[in-house]
């Protein structure tokens, strides 16, 4: 386990939950057996870098209660640091219901989160935070989206980690029935986009904030915006890069990686997300990042349960030795 006595070399923060997923397939009204687990995009892409080796701090609420316990003790052992992490004895852990899904449909998924310990995340939780010992930042448009809060934390993560100059990462993540209009889902989300180095949508998340077909298109609007790289998820296609990592603008495709049987989509994208800024913050060169970013991506989708499919760094090696060498 990470010492908390070192200040994390990434941050990461959002609301983790305890999910149920169920342990049969069926409407969840039928299901009378569930397996616990934790869910959470942000805890996802803090779970997998820390896999990875780096020195992840996680920022966030839970309530005083089992699932909040059960959440705090899980990170831990997966070797987050957790000295950000408060308990809140007025408002309880979200929860979220999983369908156990078939034939790789994407499973139907139940929130309970409404006045969770999370939603009243606000800057004054980040005030102990040591950004200047910060490499990088995770941020997703899930907390901007759970209440004005979180969206004011969101906005003060991003500004303090740019101001520090840590790289930052931006997956927009859409939940668009959390948000109050889509004009507003869209704008936050841009401006948000704005501020990070490394922009992360898919490609239909893409489309919809906007308005653009390409993915061409679509990184030209964040490039404009001062994303330093576009990274664009395209499904079992593969991906897309566009951006001036190397000094001068490049474009790219990398096609996705065959799998046997799609078990459950849900993290996915995070798994990619993992695959890609770890990559990046190696070193490596944004076709090797999109190449791993598949990978991962790749893997995720092979087991029940968001998170349980993101590798370790020796397993990374072992399967990353294994691919073709990228052109």
């Known amino acids: 386990m990470t010492a908390t006595a070192t200040p994390p070399e990434i941050l990461a923060f959002g609301e983790a939950m305890t999910l149920f997923v169920a342990d049969a397939p069926g409407d969840l009204a039928e299901v009378e057996h569930f397996q616990r687990r934790i869910a959470g995009a942000d805890t996802n892409v803090a779970i997998g870098l820390a896999r990875l080796g780096f020195h992840v701090g996680w920022l966030s609420r839970v309530g005083d209660d089992a699932f909040g316990r059960y959440i705090r003790r899980t990170l831990e052992a997966e070797g987050l640091n957790c000295r950000h992490l408060a308990r809140d004895p007025a408002h309880p852990t979200g ?37 200047a010992s910060a490499r990088h930042l995770h ?28 790289s930052i990462s931006f997956d927009p993540n859409l939940r668009p029935g959390l948000w ?16 990070a180095d490394w922009v992360l949508p898919g490609l239909a998340e893409g489309r919809r904030l906007t308005g653009l077909e390409t993915p061409h298109d679509i990184a030209g609007f964040y490039l404009d915006r001062g994303a330093r790289a576009v990274i664009i998820k ?14 001068q603008e490049e474009s790219l495709d990398v096609p996705g990686i065959a799998v046997r049987e799609v078990v459950d989509t849900v993290g996915a994208g995070d798994g990619f997300a993992v695959g890609v800024v770890s990559a990046l913050l ?20 092979q087991v029940l349960g968001d998170m349980e499919g993101l590798p370790s760094r020796a397993r990374l090696d072992e399967l990353e030795a294994s691919l073709p060498t990228p052109d």
């Open 95 to 131: 929860l979220v219901f999983k369908e156990r899904a078939e034939g790789g449909a994407d499973p139907h998924v139940e929130y309970y989160r409404r006045g969770s310990a999370a939603s009243r995340l606000a800057p004054d939780d980040a005030a102990a935070v040591d950004f």
């Open 139 to 166: 941020a997703t448009g899930i907390p901007p989206a759970i209440s004005a809060s979180c969206r004011e934390l969101s906005w003060h993560m991003l500004e303090h980690a740019r101001r520090a100059g840590a």
């Open 180 to 195: 109050a209009s889509e004009a507003e889902m869209c704008d936050t989300l841009n401006a948000m986009a704005g501020h």
């Open 234 to 247: 395209l499904g079992p296609e593969g991906s897309y890069y566009r951006g001036t990592l190397g000094g």
């Open 282 to 301: 190696d070193g490596r060169s944004p076709r090797e990042a999109l190449n791993r970013g598949n990978l991962i991506g790749a893997l995720a989708v």
